[in-house]
């Protein structure tokens, strides 16, 4: 996991194959905050999700190492190549 100084763990979690990783984004913060999907802003407010998911689409297979990290909600996303996400404060 890609450390954040000085930012608390909020939460980590993964997607499937079956899921986006911009839908796993939204159910990850949604569920850290205690909101549902349509009480978030819209994801694209923050990042392009079809940009986001084409990056991660482990169809690509290109075997480039990739991190990414935005702000959705009041808390920072860290994507990892690996499939694992991160939220901290």
Not at 14 to 25: R, Y
């Amino acid at each position: 996991m890609r450390d954040e100084p000085g930012r608390e763990v909020r939460g980590s979690f993964d997607w499937t194959d079956a899921e986006t990783v911009s839908a796993a984004v939204v159910a990850a913060v949604g569920s850290v905050a205690g909101k549902s999907a349509t009480e978030l802003p819209p994801l694209y407010d923050a990042v392009d999700p079809d940009a986001l998911d084409a990056l991660f689409d482990r169809a690509n297979g290109d075997g480039q190492l990739r991190t990414v990290a935005f702000s959705f909600d009041g808390h920072r996303v860290v994507l990892e190549a690996s499939g694992e996400g991160h939220l901290f404060d």
